[in-house]
């Protein structure tokens, strides 16, 4: 009788303990715990998140319930902030997406009459994550913006769990052990809950918890073996590439540090006394600037490479090589050498002294676009050959950058056959046969430089540099001093594998990968891996056997050229060099809005501007419209997309009194000492443009300027911008060529935008109309 009633008493046991835990599950409300209510907007919720975290985080709240305080209104926040999840919640009380829609939570027991049912849901104990998990909690959208990218600098080791997952306790001593030592190493960390992110674990092909994923350079590698601290650790170093670090000795430390002129990096040798190298110097991150190497100090082979570097064996070192292969440009050591240090080193020396042009994304880093008026970047660039003829102006070039380091100026070189069109657009297409040195400064990221030739070629003379020391010297005084400008385009990627190796790189990634999924994982998994290969392969057969298809039927007549065509084709060509020569690089339609100020638009476009905007007005007559227009459209392309600026030309030859009026206006208003100027009034405004504030009510002048490339001539064209010589130096505008009025107003819009340029207030706007009765009336008021 006693033997029987054991388990009644402990099937009621357990019904009282599974209603308990009902109860207690049924009591958490993410509306309570974050205190909103249930009509709450996203805003509301979470503003009220934001509060309740500042107020309960665990490094700032001493309380004792401060981590499950915390973690509620993490998971509160979790439900109510996903639109599916608090639809559920309002709907059902569900906070599992893995849960079927329209059935409770309360699913302990399912059927009790009939059987006794019971799986790991009935022992619903509260599990709380550990708190130090939740800084590598990741969703889909992270993932894809941030870890995704990333994984082209470092490896992830991320785990994929679940609330309810038992084998996943038991391996979480291991993972946070694991953790401990590879994060300090520069090993990303992530944490994906299958039940919570089950978007992110379908992309990473994870189904199942517990799973381990390493992800480097956006491949993805499942974890198959035991989890143990060792495995995980090999796991991450198998992912990296296999030549990330080169084992050196004193028979081949001398050809490594001379490949920097074939590689175009700097190298790096790392002395430290264990056999392997340690995962901490395979630095994944820097593998596209420097070149690393390791020595072994225990090594006999190794003492002649010590001998030579004085390296002390007490703690490891660390010697950076650019050009010079005989002494190190610099050293570090230390006893425990810490990530950030080798990092912040590296970092320090990515690029040669004179580096080489190899790819637009080195291009980029040395020389970057001008982003504010007062960090002006100058790149000095060498366009040479890489015959032996040219080994003597290359290296006076090198000794010439190393004796004149300043951070304004960046030394590099280009190979012509190399770098063809950025050649031709430097040198206007012609063929330079001695090396040539240009000084420029980018402008804008669509490839907008200014530049300017230093005149006599490049041999490394001592001529040629003291005549290239003056330049630069000119150039720091003076900006404007860059008197050419031209549309840089994209550089070569010299060293981008080809197609095929590209291809047969990609297609052992998709084998390995296939492989795997064969080896360790399900149906479903491999066939989904296997479409991609499959379509690849099925791709190139049907290209193949197309190709022969229509070699077999066409007929032999077919494929060969016929001279008329020929002689269509040279025809074309002389057309279109034909319209290229007359047309001068006329601007495409629509490509810049320009309206016309007229007695209809002139207080839409001025008298009632919004604040903030400015309408760019170019002066202009009948007989030198079309060529100012062209020109004007060309400057100011770059700046057209600025929402704040409005572009318009007023007709001199129907409004010819406006100018005048205004000018006489602005004068006034400064009170001009300048009264023996009235006479010298100009006559002839073409090629003026003003940039008009019509709310504040002031504009900026551009004058015409001359564009000869003497140094005299630049300092005229800035003493013309200045605001405060209205009068003065007008009368040359009449003496430029209509074609070249506009030139330096690309400088001009410039200094516009950068706010730099002086100011003219007036009292009030002239009208169209009454600019001819104004004139007058300031005429007679200056004369009493």
């Known amino acids: 009788m006693s033997s029987g009633r054991h388990p009644l008493l402990l099937a009621i046991f357990l019904l009282v303990w599974s209603a308990h835990g009902v109860k207690s599950d049924s009591q958490f409300d993410p509306y309570k715990v974050l205190g909103v209510s249930r009509s709450a907007t996203q805003a509301e919720i979470k503003r009220a998140y934001k509060n309740l975290v500042r107020e309960w985080h665990p490094d700032k709240n001493k309380d004792p319930n401060a981590e499950d305080m915390f973690i509620k209104i993490s998971k509160s926040y979790e439900i109510l902030s996903n639109d599916e999840r608090r639809s559920n919640f309002d709907r059902y009380g569900q906070m ?39 800084e590598y909690m990741l969703h889909h959208a992270q993932f894809n913006s941030d870890i995704l ?6 490896p992830y080791l991320i785990k994929v769990t679940s609330d309810w997952c038992f084998a996943c306790i038991h391996i979480e001593p291991v993972w946070k052990e694991a953790v401990q030592e590879l994060k300090p190493l520069g090993v990303g960390i992530g944490i994906v809950d299958l039940g919570y992110e089950r978007r992110l674990a379908t992309q990473l092909g994870a189904h199942r918890a517990p799973s381990i994923i390493g992800l480097v350079n956006g491949r993805l590698t499942f974890f198959h073996q035991a989890v143990v601290r060792e495995h995980l650790r090999q796991f991450v170093e198998d992912l990296l590439p296999q030549k990330l670090v080169e084992k050196i000795t004193d028979d081949n430390y001398q050809p490594f540090l001379d490949k920097w002129r074939e590689e175009n990096k700097p190298s790096v040798l790392l002395f430290d006394q264990l056999p392997v190298v340690p995962l901490l110097y395979k630095r994944f991150a820097f593998r596209d600037y420097v070149r690393f190497g390791y020595v072994d100090q225990g090594e006999t082979s190794n003492s002649r490479l010590l001998r030579q570097f004085s390296i002390n064996t007490y703690a490891p070192i660390m010697l950076l090589f650019k050009e010079n292969t005989e002494k190190p ?137 003291y005549r290239l020391h003056e330049q630069l010297e000119l150039l720091q005084k003076d900006p404007t001093y860059l008197s050419s400008d031209t549309t840089l385009p994209e550089l070569n990627n010299e060293l981008a594998p080809i197609f095929i190796i590209r291809w047969i790189n990609d297609a052992y990634d998709y084998l390995l990968q296939v492989y795997d999924d064969l080896l360790y994982s399900n149906c479903k998994t491999c066939r989904r891996e296997m479409m991609p290969i499959l379509s690849l392969i099925f ?29 269509e084709q040279t025809a074309t060509e002389d057309e279109s060099s034909k319209r290229a020569n007359t047309s001068s690089r006329p601007p495409k339609k629509d490509f810049v809005e320009v309206t016309e100020l007229t007695d209809i638009t002139y207080t839409s476009n ?16 009948d007989a030198s419209k079309n060529a100012l227009l062209r020109k004007f459209a060309k400057e100011v392309f770059s700046f057209s997309g600025a929402e704040t600026l409005h572009f318009s030309f007023l007709n001199a030859d129907k409004h010819g009194l406006w100018m005048p009026s205004l000018l006489r206006r602005a004068c006034d208003a400064a009170q001009s000492q300048n009264q023996s100027d009235e006479d010298d009034e100009p006559t002839d405004y073409t090629g003026h443009v003003l940039a008009l504030n019509g709310y504040k009510k002031y504009f900026c002048l551009f004058r015409p300027v001359f564009t000869g490339d003497g140094l005299n001539d630049s300092s005229r064209s800035h003493s013309r911008e200045d605001g405060a010589r209205l009068k003065r130096g007008s009368n040359r505008a009449t003496s430029i060529d209509v074609h070249h009025k506009l030139d330096k ?21 002239p009208t169209l109309e009454d600019a001819f009765i104004a004139f007058f009336l300031f005429k007679i008021i200056d004369t009493t």
């Open 96 to 134: 599992d997406e893995n849960q079927p829609f329209g059935q409770s939570q309360h699913h302990g027991f399912r059927s009790f009459h009939n059987n006794f049912y019971f799986d790991e849901s009935f022992f619903h104990f509260p599990r709380s994550r550990d708190f130090a998990d939740s």
């Open 149 to 154: 990218p990333d994984s082209h600098k470092r």
């Open 329 to 465: 440009v610099d050293v570090i050591q230390a006893r425990g050498m810490k990530r950030q240090i080798m990092d912040e080193f590296v970092s320090n020396n990515k690029f040669l002294q004179v580096p080489r042009l190899v790819s637009q994304q080195i291009f980029d880093e040395l020389c970057p676009v001008k982003q504010f008026h007062r960090r002006r970047k100058y790149c000095v660039l060498l366009l040479t050959g890489e015959d032996s003829a040219f080994v003597t102006s290359n290296k006076a070039f090198l000794d010439f950058a190393a004796a004149n380091k300043k951070d304004v100026l960046r030394f590099a070189y280009v190979y012509q056959h190399q770098q063809q069109p950025l050649c031709q657009a430097l040198l206007q297409s012609q063929t330079a046969v001695s090396p040539q040195v240009v000084i420029l400064e980018r402008r804008s990221q669509a490839g907008k430089v200014l530049y300017r030739s230093v005149s006599g070629g490049w041999n490394g003379s001592e001529e040629d540099k």
């Open 539 to 567: 791709s190139a057969l049907f290209i193949l056997f197309g190709t022969v298809i229509i070699q077999a039927f066409s007929e032999p007549g077919e494929s060969q050229p016929q001279k008329p065509k020929k002689k």
């Open 606 to 621: 001025l008298v009632k501007l919004r604040p903030g905007h400015l309408n760019v007005v170019l002066v202009l007559t």
């Open 745 to 765: 107003l690309g400088l001009w819009m410039e200094r516009l935008m950068e706010g730099t340029l002086p100011r003219l207030h007036v009292p009030a706007w």
